[in-house]
């Protein structure tokens, strides 16, 4: 027992005399010490253009374009050509299982390969695979659907539903031909270019934005593809109609 003792206390001081407050004492670490530049950089500042009036400032995009050398080629073996997304839209549309998803009113979006896994691919072998993916935008049913092909074959359909895929030449033209009859465009509009963007109106606290949950389209028209928007209006597609239509401000 008083061996213990001893050893216990010999232990508890020896041990002591080896940490500080905060645990075991390790050697400083050797850091080397570098000159500082004599003349510190200069911030990056974002500029904003000054053409536009209050609530339209848009950022000066320097930088945003990437330089050619570190531009990634597009694999022209992997994309669809025209003839070929015809010919895959004309067997989808045809078909008795897709016809039912579509409804009576939608629009083309997109199409493209995919691999057997089914993921989405960038490299030499996209093009290997004879299975390809359809999306179109039900306006009638209000949801998006999805359409798996090996060759012309429809292999599976399905309705995305939450999912607003970006918006198609079909929408745009569509939101275009509506904007262009409305009263308060119509007369106005029709030697300008339009434009169209999918928007998504807010969800409110006691109500939702005019177009909530449908899709839904911003279209604007110029001058030419870079001249600034004129006139504008915000189509609800799957209600087949215009929502708000106006003239933009004039800009200094």
């Not at 005019?210 to 001249?227: E, L, N």
């Amino acid at each position: 027992m008083l061996w213990s003792v001893i050893g216990v206390a010999c232990g508890c001081s020896l041990d002591a005399g080896s940490r500080g407050p905060f645990g075991p004492e390790d050697p400083e670490t050797a850091v080397q010490k570098v000159k500082l530049p004599g003349k510190a950089p200069s911030p990056h500042i974002l500029q904003f253009t000054g053409e536009d009036i209050a609530g339209h400032h848009k950022p000066k995009m320097v930088g945003a374009a990437l330089d050619a050398a570190v531009k990634r080629s597009t694999n022209a073996s992997a994309v669809l050509t025209a003839s070929e997304v015809a010919a895959l839209r004309k067997a989808a549309e045809s078909d008795s299982r897709v016809r039912p998803f579509l409804g009576s009113r939608w629009a083309f979006i997109d199409a493209d390969r995919v691999p057997p896994e089914g993921k989405l691919s960038f490299g030499c072998c996209r093009h290997t695979t004879n299975l390809t993916r359809l999306v179109y935008y039900s306006y009638s049913q209000n949801v998006a659907v999805d359409v798996h092909m090996k060759d012309t074959n429809v292999l599976s359909v399905s309705r995305l539903e939450g999912y607003q895929p970006p918006e198609g030449q079909q929408d745009v033209q569509r939101g275009i031909e509506l904007a262009k009859a409305d009263p308060r465009l119509a007369g106005k509009v029709e030697q300008l270019e339009g434009h169209g963007l999918l928007m998504q109106p807010d969800r409110g606290f006691f109500r939702n934005d005019p177009g909530y949950a449908h899709r839904t389209i911003w279209i604007t028209f110029s001058q030419g593809q870079d001249g600034d928007p004129k006139y504008w209006a915000v189509v609800d597609l799957t209600e087949d109609k215009v929502l708000e239509a106006g003239e933009e401000p004039p800009r200094s």
